[in-house]
């Protein structure tokens, strides 16, 4: 046999190994350049960006107490809603209060207003920045009047209030008072913290603590007012229980101390806190203090503003709550009168009775000091007269005693 005859098919399998080689290279590279097209579509491709977060999210406003008629008018609406506290009031959203109506309305960083009755405004802003947490407030009063108070210092935002004729921004921790004519006339008065009122016909005017500005109806502001101080109040102590054995006879004093600079005072007197229905609401008051005669049982609130001679009315103090109550008759204070006598017209008592009584001569109260001793200079005609003091114990017993007037020349 020929040596092609014993090898017949070594060529054929040289050809099967090339081409066997060959089909495996041909699968590698391919694989490779699908990997490389891979990572350059994933390199280079169209990116989408990523979405932009919201600069600003609405955030709401609820109330906070609700007294009386108080209503709600969504935005876009036309129908009167009653107010409830679960409520969240948006964007151009009116609130309006009526006559014995009253509203505190709060932000999300705490910033509170105090709708008075008889007020409509309008909430114009609520957001907060997701990033900063920045809170923008905002509200307008069309006509009324609102107390407010701004959140403290260490929350950062902004809050601005706007009548038909000025815009107010409230620095943090202000607290303050804007009052809004139907005509548009507006008073800002700023009690503690700071503020500017930017006027319709442009007017910038700074406030500080206990500054205050009236606007006209045209948007003129008028001179930067002093806003006289905050009366402290003094008697009834805060939270005082207070029994009479009949209290259509009883007589509640209420004290305060002088304001420098007053020619007058502001007393109201209501069953809540709100003062949305007040009991009393005394102006142009002018002694420190005021007589309540023949209250019923049950809790009563009151607080002071102090008037100088402008008319310029000043921050109200915070309110005070005393209880009257039905007391059964307890012993009679000892009543003793040591001196009564008049000099010209001036008459001195003095004497001595149970502390903490309440003391009258012929119906004027005089005053007990906290060891019980009264040494009292009044003014009074009638020499020789017989007078009646009468002690009403903190018992509710009671002790008269007449005494007849000595005139000394």
């Known amino acids: 046999m020929t040596p092609d005859e014993r090898t017949p098919h070594r060529g054929g399998e040289d050809r099967i190994e090339w081409f066997t080689v060959t089909y495996?290279?041909?699968?590698?590279?391919?694989?490779?350049?699908?990997?490389?097209?891979?990572l350059g579509w994933f390199l280079y491709r169209p990116r989408t960006p990523p979405p932009t977060p919201a600069s600003e999210v609405e955030t709401g406003v609820r109330f906070a107490t609700i007294e009386g008629s108080v209503q709600v008018k969504r935005s876009g609406t036309l129908e009167w809603l009653a107010a409830t506290r679960v409520m969240i009031l948006r964007q151009n959203d009116l609130v309006k209060t009526g006559s014995g109506?009253?509203?505190?309305?709060?932000?999300?960083?705490?910033?509170?207003?105090?709708?008075?009755?008889?007020?409509?405004?309008?909430?114009e802003e609520s957001t907060q920045n997701p990033i900063s947490r920045q809170q923008k407030n905002a509200l307008s009063i069309q006509s009324g009047e609102a107390n407010f108070q701004t959140a403290g210092r260490g929350v950062p935002g902004s809050t601005t209030i706007s009548t038909p004729t000025v815009r107010t921004t409230a620095e943090r921790d202000t607290a303050g008072n804007i009052q809004v004519a139907?005509?548009?006339?507006?008073?800002?008065?700023?009690?503690?913290?700071?503020?500017?009122?930017?006027?319709?016909?442009?007017?910038?005017?700074?406030?500080?603590?206990n500054e205050g500005v009236k606007v006209d109806a045209g948007g003129a502001a008028g001179q930067k007012l002093a806003l006289p101080t905050v009366p402290q109040l003094t008697a009834p102590s805060n939270l005082a229980e207070i029994a009479y054995p009949d209290l259509s006879q009883g007589i509640t004093l209420l004290l305060w101390g002088a304001v420098s600079g007053s020619t007058g005072y502001r007393v109201?007197?209501?069953?809540?806190?709100?003062?949305?229905?007040?009991?009393?609401?005394?102006?142009?008051?002018?002694?420190?203090?005021?007589?309540?005669?023949?209250?019923?049982?049950?809790?009563?609130?009151?607080?002071?503003?102090?008037?100088?001679?402008?008319?310029?009315?000043?921050?109200?103090?915070?309110?005070?709550?005393?209880?009257?109550s039905k007391a059964p008759a307890g012993e009679p204070p000892p009543l003793s009168v040591d001196s009564?006598?008049?000099?010209?017209?001036?008459?001195?008592?003095?004497?001595?009775?149970?502390?903490?009584?309440?003391?009258?001569?012929?119906?004027?109260?005089?005053?007990?000091?906290?060891?019980?001793?009264?040494n009292e200079f009044l003014t009074f005609d009638g020499g020789g007269a017989t007078v009646l003091l009468r002690s009403t114990g903190t018992k509710g017993g009671v002790a008269e005693l007449q005494r007849r007037v000595s005139v000394v020349n």
């Open 268 to 324: 109201v007197i209501d069953f809540t806190p709100t003062f949305a229905r007040p009991l009393y609401d005394r102006q142009g008051h002018r002694p420190t203090q005021m007589e309540l005669r023949g209250l019923d049982p049950g809790s009563y609130y009151w607080k002071v503003a102090a008037v100088d001679a402008n008319g310029v009315e000043g921050s109200f103090s915070a309110p005070w709550r005393f209880t009257l």
């Open 24 to 38: 495996r290279s041909i699968a590698i590279a391919g694989f490779a350049i699908l990997l490389v097209a891979a």
């Open 182 to 209: 139907d005509s548009g006339a507006t008073g800002v008065r700023i009690f503690r913290g700071a503020g500017e009122a930017q006027t319709r016909s442009g007017q910038r005017i700074t406030l500080a603590t």
């Open 340 to 374: 009564l006598e008049l000099k010209g017209n001036v008459l001195h008592v003095r004497g001595r009775t149970e502390p903490g009584a309440t003391l009258l001569l012929n119906g004027e109260r005089l005053e007990v000091l906290p060891d019980g001793v009264f």
């Open 101 to 123: 109506g009253a509203a505190e309305i709060r932000f999300a960083d705490g910033t509170v207003f105090a709708v008075r009755p008889d007020s409509l405004i309008t909430i």
